[in-house]
């Protein structure tokens, strides 16, 4: 399967993907973090290279809730990154995978398929992180972690916040996805049949 993974500069997806066989390039505006095969262009140049499946990273940095209140303030921002979702959810690619954290894609374009969260996938973490779905079915749960004792999940603060205070690397280390989170990606989507119609 060509599997194209795009906004992603970790290589933490595309690696899954690779594990399995498939023929999987991660693109970004940076360079990967990690050796593997990697576009560093726009990924709207290359959209149309013939994929069977894009699992693809749009940044929220002008999209997400939780910067809502400085939304007033980056309208011209905003538009531009929801025009980009949009080009990425209608990619002549059959099957699509969209993740973006809760944001406003939700109501100006349409509601995801789905929300996850690492501690479905063996990760004791909270990130509630959704998907929007093209011809994929919803990514199953592999390992759902119970809630720790102290009623709050590693990466939290006692008032439900992230602990990772700000820095320059705060939205890098943010934006990385999760490894288990990866693997059922490329475990469960890998293993669809492509219909070459």
């Not at 290589?11 to 023929?23: E, Q, Y």
């Not at 290359?46 to 209140?69: E, F, I, K, N």
Request: proline content about 8%.
């Amino acid at each position: 399967m060509r599997v194209l993974v795009a906004c992603e500069f970790s290589g933490t997806v595309r690696d899954a993907f690779l594990k399995l066989g498939h023929d999987a390039v991660s693109c970004d505006l940076l360079p990967s973090e990690s050796k593997g095969p990697h576009l560093r262009c726009d990924v709207r140049d290359v959209l149309g290279d013939g994929w069977d499946l894009m699992v693809a990273h749009p940044p929220c940095t002008h999209l997400a809730v939780s910067g809502a209140r400085w939304f007033k303030d980056k309208q011209v921002e905003q538009r531009a990154a929801l025009e980009f979702v949009s080009t990425l959810l209608n990619a002549p690619i059959k099957m699509i995978a969209l993740e973006n954290p809760v944001s406003i894609i939700s109501s100006r374009i349409r509601k995801p398929e789905q929300i996850i969260q690492p501690w479905q996938y063996g990760h004791p973490q909270s990130k509630k992180t959704c998907l929007w779905l093209k011809g994929l079915p919803i990514l199953e749960a592999t390992k759902v972690l119970p809630l720790p004792p102290s009623g709050r999940w590693d990466n939290q603060t006692p008032s439900g916040q992230n602990k990772l205070g700000p820095s320059p690397n705060r939205w890098k280390l943010r934006s990385k996805t999760f490894q288990g989170i990866a693997s059922a990606m490329a475990n469960q989507w890998g293993t669809m049949e492509i219909d070459n119609e």
